[in-house]
């Protein structure tokens, strides 16, 4: 995951716009108005109307959302003023760098303006082509009233653009055109917006659960290149039922994927409460983050640990689940592309290869733990710490440690409960009644019991086979390998499963140099090596990264080298003191260490019955014990 402003109107506009304000349902309700009207200014004019002021009043904008980093989004407001019921201007104080004091008493309107050009979906962007707004990004709040109703309405949008968001709409008259209802604060922001000339269609997802009849509706909503309709929603279709099935429940009353598809798009998706926001580079990028971004649906919007809750968007909220939230929602997305059959084994085993491949190359694995690169997170906007000696990826490590907790699982029990069970009782036990699980702790307490609560019989018609390989205790495999760093013993781990681990030192690709990212999030080579083909054709330290050969310059870079044989030619387009050019030469080589999983040609017979139950989500026999 990754968790989470325009000119003003000219005074006549303003008290014209305060006037037409239809009067609130109820007095709690806090009223926004979004204007687009100069898309090409990439300035959204915002007003908020917030009744019933009984003193002074401190209005906030968020410090951070989408990415746990503090962005500060209050440094692309300007002209934050107020005025009155009457229209007559308040005095507005600002107290810190995201909060401002607005004096009552009485119905108050705030107003300013919020600059926003980059491309989602973890940002928002207003330009020519479209808007896409993360609303936490461009409304400020007041701390107190977060719980209160709220509306937002969508002003002067072009005739010719639509408007897709996953909220109710506020009413049917002219006066509530555009607008959007929702509970309060945190609801409202949790639903990106699409505005803008977009593709649009819905299909319907099948029933939920055992003797359900019909499913819910679907909506894909699509800015970019154009696609084939009917192979997305082939594929998201597949997604969409094999998890909720696997999960028991479909916890949405509409559902929106929001895609950017194209060259100019690429970074991932980033997950809400009843829709999700992705962005992919191709159609074949799609399946993996569609398929980690819905299951976030239950793990971390609903299935979510205490340490993140209530948000707090000031500051900073240091939880050490992330490998559980983020990483383990990345062990089911590969779970659930090869138990679709959108991928093969192949390609699941050869993921596999790769996530142990990442983990092992990087040196920070022997003295930070899972936990650890959890609660590190917000350090992920400094270049130094993306490094292969200060960090690893809790998405990586966490994606790992999920495949071995099933294993150590399914291996525990005979292969009567798995993960799937931890993950279906963490719904029924949290997410179904509003609760949150306590960090790892809470991860191990469910694993316990879903191992506790098997029965003991034994499974008709499968044969006893030799017990397991040293079994290891689930608290001991916490205390190693969550927060602890001792190396995971994939060896032993994957031969439980039927499942062999190579590792072959090569020679692959290598630019020679690094790359970091700038406080604007652009990369820019770094660690350059002078001697290397790069640095002999040209290449300096603090060249910004246009282009890789004549396209965008790949998000995970280094990834995209591996893939490549040492000695091809490359172009790089870069950008040196306001001046532009273009770089070639030949990529060098490094010596790597990789790792490959295959299945055994000849497993046990429990081994068999784990393997398959990894591939297609099956146990010996339903746990039916509370």
């Given at each position: 995951?990754r968790?989470?402003s325009?000119?003003?109107?000219?005074?006549?506009?303003?008290?014209?716009?305060?006037?037409?304000v239809?009067?609130?349902?109820?007095?709690?309700?806090?009223?926004?108005?979004?204007?687009?009207?100069?898309?090409?200014?990439?300035?959204f004019?915002?007003?908020?109307?917030?009744?019933?002021?009984h003193?002074?009043?401190?209005?906030?904008?968020?410090?951070?959302?989408?990415?746990?980093?503090?962005?500060?989004f209050?440094?692309?407001?300007?002209?934050?003023?107020?005025?009155?019921?009457?229209g007559?201007?308040?005095?507005?104080?600002?107290?810190d760098?995201?909060?401002?004091?607005?004096e009552g008493?009485?119905?108050?309107?705030?107003?300013?303006?919020?600059?926003?050009?980059?491309?989602?979906?973890?940002?928002?962007?207003?330009?020519?082509?479209?808007?896409?707004?993360?609303?936490?990004m461009?409304?400020?709040?007041?701390?107190?009233?977060?719980?209160?109703?709220?509306?937002?309405?969508?002003?002067?949008?072009?005739?010719?653009?639509?408007?897709?968001?996953?909220?109710?709409?506020?009413?049917?008259?002219?006066?509530?055109s555009?607008?959007y209802?929702?509970?309060?604060?945190?609801?409202?922001?949790?639903?990106?917006?699409?505005?803008?000339r977009?593709d649009?269609w819905?299909?319907?997802?099948?029933?939920?659960?055992?003797?359900?009849?019909?499913?819910?509706?679907i909506?894909?909503?699509?800015?970019?290149e154009?696609?084939?309709?009917?192979?997305?929603?082939?594929?998201?279709s597949?997604?969409?039922?094999?998890?909720?099935?696997l999960?028991?429940?479909?916890?949405?009353?509409?559902y929106?994927?929001?895609?950017?598809?194209?060259?100019?798009?690429?970074?991932?998706?980033?997950?809400?409460?009843?829709?999700?926001?992705?962005?992919?580079?191709?159609?074949?990028a799609?399946?993996?983050?569609?398929?980690?971004?819905?299951?976030?649906?239950?793990?971390?919007?609903?299935?979510?640990?205490?340490?993140?809750?209530?948000?707090?968007?000031?500051?900073?909220?240091?939880?050490?689940?992330?490998?559980?939230?983020?990483?383990?929602?990345s062990?089911?997305?590969?779970?659930?592309?090869?138990r679709?059959?959108?991928?093969t084994?192949?390609?699941?085993?050869?993921?596999?290869?790769?996530?142990?491949?990442?983990?092992?190359?990087?040196?920070?694995?022997?003295w930070?733990?899972a936990?650890?690169?959890?609660?590190?997170?917000?350090?992920?906007?400094?270049?130094?710490?993306?490094?292969?000696?200060?960090?690893?990826?809790?998405y990586?490590?966490?994606?790992?440690?999920?495949?071995?907790?099933?294993?150590?699982?399914?291996?525990?029990?005979?292969?009567?409960?798995s993960?799937d069970?931890?993950?279906?009782?963490?719904?029924?036990?949290?997410?179904?009644?509003?609760?949150?699980?306590?960090d790892?702790?809470?991860?191990?307490?469910?694993?316990?019991?879903?191992?506790?609560?098997?029965r003991?019989?034994?499974?008709?018609?499968?044969?006893?086979?030799?017990?397991?390989?040293?079994?290891?205790?689930?608290?001991e495999?916490?205390r190693?390998?969550?927060?602890?760093?001792?190396?995971?013993p994939?060896v032993?781990l994957?031969?439980?499963a039927?499942?062999?681990?190579?590792?072959?030192?090569?020679?692959?690709?290598?630019?020679g140099?690094?790359?970091?990212?700038?406080?604007?999030?652009?990369?820019?080579?770094?660690?350059?090596?002078v001697?290397?083909?790069?640095?002999?054709?040209?290449?300096?330290?603090?060249?910004l990264?246009?282009?890789?050969?004549g396209?965008?310059?790949p998000?995970?870079?280094?990834?995209?080298?591996?893939?490549?044989?040492?000695?091809e030619m490359?172009?790089?387009?870069?950008?040196?003191?306001?001046?532009?050019?273009?770089?070639?030469?030949?990529l060098?080589q490094?010596a790597?260490?990789?790792?490959?999983?295959?299945?055994?040609t000849?497993?046990?017979?429990?081994?068999l019955?784990?393997?398959?139950?990894?591939?297609?989500?099956?146990?010996?026999?339903?746990?039916?014990?509370?």
């Open positions: 995951m968790l989470f325009p000119a003003a109107v000219v005074l006549a506009l303003v008290l014209g716009a305060f006037a037409m239809s009067p609130a349902p109820a007095l709690a309700t806090i009223r926004y108005e979004v204007s687009v009207a100069h898309p090409g200014q990439h300035r004019h915002v007003a908020m109307v917030i009744p019933g002021v003193g002074n009043l401190l209005v906030q904008m968020p410090a951070w959302n989408a990415l746990y980093q503090i962005r500060d209050a440094y692309r407001v300007s002209d934050f003023h107020a005025v009155d019921a009457s007559n201007a308040v005095p507005v104080q600002r107290i760098k995201e909060t401002w004091r607005v008493p009485g119905d108050l309107r705030v107003e300013y303006s919020s600059f926003w050009d980059d491309p989602g979906p973890f940002d928002t962007q207003l330009d020519d082509e479209h808007a896409f707004i993360n609303l936490a461009v409304l400020c709040y007041v701390p107190e009233r977060r719980a209160e109703e709220t509306v937002v309405q969508f002003r002067d949008v072009p005739g010719e653009w639509k408007i897709a968001v996953e909220l109710p709409a506020a009413g049917t008259g002219a006066a509530e555009a607008s209802r929702a509970a309060g604060y945190d609801a409202l922001v949790d639903a990106p917006v699409e505005i803008g977009f649009q819905t299909f319907q997802a099948a029933g939920q659960a055992a003797g359900q009849v019909g499913g819910k509706t909506r894909v909503v699509l800015h970019g154009p696609q084939d309709h009917a192979a997305v929603t082939r594929m998201l597949d997604i969409v039922n094999y998890e909720t099935r999960m028991g429940d479909a916890p949405f009353p509409e929106t994927f929001f895609l950017h598809i194209g060259q100019d798009y690429g970074g991932g998706g980033m997950e809400h409460a009843n829709s999700t926001a992705i962005s992919v580079a191709s159609f074949a799609l399946a993996n983050v569609g398929a980690h971004e819905f299951f976030h649906l239950w793990n971390v919007k609903r299935i979510r640990p205490q340490s993140l809750e209530p948000v707090d968007y000031t500051r900073e909220m240091w939880t050490p689940a992330l490998w559980f939230a983020e990483g383990v929602t062990t089911y997305a590969s779970y659930t592309l090869v679709t059959g959108i991928w084994r192949a390609q699941f085993l050869a993921d596999l290869g790769r996530q142990i491949t990442e983990l092992q190359s990087r040196p920070a694995r022997t930070q733990s936990e650890e690169s959890s609660l590190d997170t917000w350090f992920d906007k400094y270049p130094l710490y993306d490094r292969p000696d200060f960090s690893i990826s809790y990586n490590k966490g994606q790992l440690l999920g495949v071995a907790l099933d294993i150590l699982i399914r291996d525990s029990t005979d292969n009567r409960a993960l069970d931890v993950l279906r009782r963490l719904n029924q036990q949290y997410a179904q009644r509003g609760r949150y699980y306590a790892s702790a809470g991860i191990q307490a469910m694993a316990e019991q879903a191992v506790r609560f098997v003991p019989a034994a499974v008709p018609g499968v044969k006893p086979d030799a017990a397991p390989v040293a079994s290891m205790d689930l608290a495999f916490f190693r390998y969550v927060s602890g760093t001792d190396e995971m994939f032993d994957l031969s439980r039927g499942l062999t681990l190579k590792a072959q030192g090569e020679k692959r690709a290598a630019l140099f690094a790359v970091e990212h700038d406080s604007a999030g652009q990369p820019v080579v770094s660690h350059l090596d001697s290397s083909a790069a640095g002999r054709a040209g290449i300096r330290n603090g060249d990264l246009l282009s890789v050969a396209g965008e310059v998000r995970d870079l280094d990834g995209w080298v591996r893939g490549r044989p040492g000695g490359v172009r790089l387009r870069v950008r040196r003191g306001g001046r532009e050019r273009d770089v070639t030469f030949v060098g490094e790597a260490q990789t790792y490959t999983v295959e299945e055994m000849q497993p046990s017979d429990r081994q019955r784990i393997r398959n139950g990894l591939f297609q989500g099956t146990t010996e026999q339903v746990n039916t014990a509370p």
